[in-house]
């Protein structure tokens, strides 16, 4: 999970993790009521020249959208069923968008600096008997799980395409399942091992 963080010097680099949080809160909230096509693309065309701005290696991580192409697909042909095939080309570019947009502040962000940023959020909670630094935890890592795991979708088409000659499609559900559970363990055991999730009270 710690590899989506790409190492850099770059201008997202050192943006503190606060404001990307909160700049990634606010567009996530200022294009859901936006029903023109033309602004959407337009956003998605500003997205690609973020990446490009952060160099090549950032630029390759676009290629976590490929696993949706099977989600954009049924989108467009529902919406062409029902008529409105332009409301799914809006739908599909607001989840491009989207989707970049939270996979660059995960690539551009290390962990700890996300937790920071999240636990002066989180301390009401103290109030309940809740640890904050728990909780920023688990939204760090919900935070960076949702790109990985189009990462692995895409790692376990990859294979069966390697070892068939075609997509794997549904026929990779269970294995997906498995490997999620098994990452969840793994983190679990980690986390356990450096005392990052400690057993019992609060702290």
Not at 98 to 109: H, W
Not at 117 to 138: I, N, S, T, Y
Not at 152 to 162: D, G, I
Request: some cysteine; aromatic content about 8%.
């Amino acid at each position: 999970m710690i590899s989506l963080y790409l190492p850099g010097r770059t201008w997202l680099h050192r943006m503190p993790a606060g404001w990307k949080l909160l700049a990634l809160a606010l567009v996530s909230l200022a294009i859901t009521p936006v029903d023109s096509v033309a602004v959407m693309t337009g956003l998605v065309v500003a997205v690609l020249a973020l990446y490009a701005s952060l160099g090549r290696a950032a630029l390759a991580q676009i290629a976590l959208l490929r696993p949706l192409w099977m989600l954009f697909v049924i989108l467009l042909a529902l919406h062409w069923w029902s008529g409105d095939v332009l409301f799914g080309v809006l739908v599909v570019l607001r989840i491009v968008a989207m989707v970049l947009l939270a996979n660059a502040v995960t690539m551009t962000t290390r962990m700890d600096a996300m937790m920071d940023a999240v636990e002066p959020l989180l301390m009401p909670l103290r109030l309940f008997g809740v640890a904050p630094r728990r909780v920023a935890l688990a939204v760090a890592m919900m935070i960076r799980l949702i790109p990985l795991l189009f990462a692995l979708w895409e790692a376990l088409n990859e294979s069966y395409r390697a070892r068939s000659g075609r997509r794997g499609g549904w026929r990779l559900l269970a294995p997906f399942c498995i490997q999620t559970l098994r990452l969840s363990h793994n983190t679990a055991e980690a986390l356990a091992a450096r005392g990052g999730a400690p057993r019992g009270g609060h702290r």
